[in-house]
């Protein structure tokens, strides 16, 4: 009798799955996008190192050879960027600004600086729920032109929890406005009638980013730039309350669902469930306790200034790296098929804050 022997031909063999990237590959990316934006500075003044490094990205991730490596092994750490960077950078924001500074400016322009964001923020959220926009992009739209431009996009996504494409094609279309303000302001200056001191204010109410509100106010003086960032960073302020409204509407909205899904399952079986389907985000989040803590040590007077430019460097590195991760994330097909309404609704915001900021400042001055 001959012996049986199991056959090995028909065993089917598979490769053993390979291990998922690490953060390491997409954060060396991100540390070499932010290290050419800094050079592109350099050689062109005008264009700020946020600027350039979200352009970067978005040329990175449909350059052919490059886009692959940014979509595939470079990923996880590219999110890892958009995300965590952007928090520590929001939390070393706060170091620019003092209560002092701000008390100084008077209570009239603070008043006319929470009217702006206010026009600016409601108005764009609902054209951009009229337009039919996708997702949360009215919010994040509204969120970066009111506020401070990508970093507040950044801390906004972090409690609603936003899509990253939607949180990409937010900060492409608000980086767009802001450089296109740094242009195109400055050859309002004396059409408008606008003094230099009010040109800083102008622009520091209506720009989105700060960077981009030095790189504009700048061609007015210095009087104008210390005026334009002390109202910009006003705006900066407002970060916090707003970031905190968001988390308690995203927890309202998820504790709405389960009170209805309590109540059915009930019925059914004599019982409600306790538990949360998700988990709820904080009312204010970690990051932006921790901008708060850094206004309250600003105003202390405790830092030296070596220590507040050391801050500020890490500050736009840190931003710089988030922005180059969240510009990787940007698909341009699929930001075409939206572009007509995204584009709107830029245009549309952007003519809102600056007639009411325009306005508010002929009414402060």
Do not use: N
Not at 342 to 358: E, F, H, K
């Amino acid at each position: 009798m001959a012996l049986l022997t199991p056959r090995t031909d028909r065993v089917p063999t598979s490769t053993p799955p390979r291990p998922a990237p690490g953060a390491l590959p997409g954060l060396a990316t991100a540390a070499a996008g932010v290290a050419v934006a800094w050079a592109v500075h350099l050689l062109v003044p005008a264009v700020p190192m946020l600027t350039a490094a979200v352009v970067l990205g978005i040329a990175a991730a449909h350059t052919p050879g490059v886009r692959a490596w940014v979509r595939g092994a470079a990923r996880p750490g590219l999110t890892l960027a958009g995300k965590r960077l952007m928090r520590i950078g929001v939390v070393l924001l706060g170091l620019k600004l003092g209560l002092d500074d701000v008390l100084g400016l008077g209570w009239a322009t603070v008043a006319m600086v929470i009217a702006v964001v206010a026009a600016t923020f409601a108005g764009t959220l609902w054209l951009g729920r009229r337009l039919g926009l996708r997702g949360d992009q009215p919010l994040l739209i509204a969120t970066g032109y009111s506020i401070c431009g990508a970093s507040a996009i950044g801390a906004v996504s972090e409690v609603s929890g936003s899509d990253e494409e939607d949180v990409a094609t937010s900060v492409a279309l608000v980086t767009l406005c802001g450089t296109l303000a740094i242009a195109v302001l400055p050859l309002l200056h004396h059409p408008l009638g606008l003094d230099d001191a009010q040109f800083g204010r102008w622009v520091g109410a209506g720009v989105h980013d700060v960077g981009q509100v030095v790189a504009t106010a700048q061609t007015a003086g210095p009087a104008a730039l210390t005026d334009a960032v002390l109202v910009k960073l006003m705006r900066v302020a407002l970060l916090a309350p707003l970031v905190a409204a968001v988390a308690v509407s995203v927890r309202r909205r998820r504790q709405s669902p389960e009170k209805a899904s309590g109540k059915t399952s009930g019925k059914a079986s004599g019982k409600t469930s306790g538990k949360a389907s998700g988990k709820r985000p904080p009312l204010v989040p970690l990051f932006v306790l921790g901008f708060l803590a850094m206004v309250g040590v600003r105003t202390t007077g405790w830092v030296p200034a070596a220590g507040l430019d050391l801050a500020a460097h890490a500050q736009e590195l840190l931003l710089a790296a988030a922005l180059f991760g969240l510009g990787s994330a940007v698909h341009l097909p699929s930001l075409v098929r939206t572009g007509g309404r995204v584009a709107a609704l830029g245009l549309c915001s952007w003519v809102v804050i600056a007639g009411a900021s325009y306005g508010g400042v002929l009414l402060t001055t």
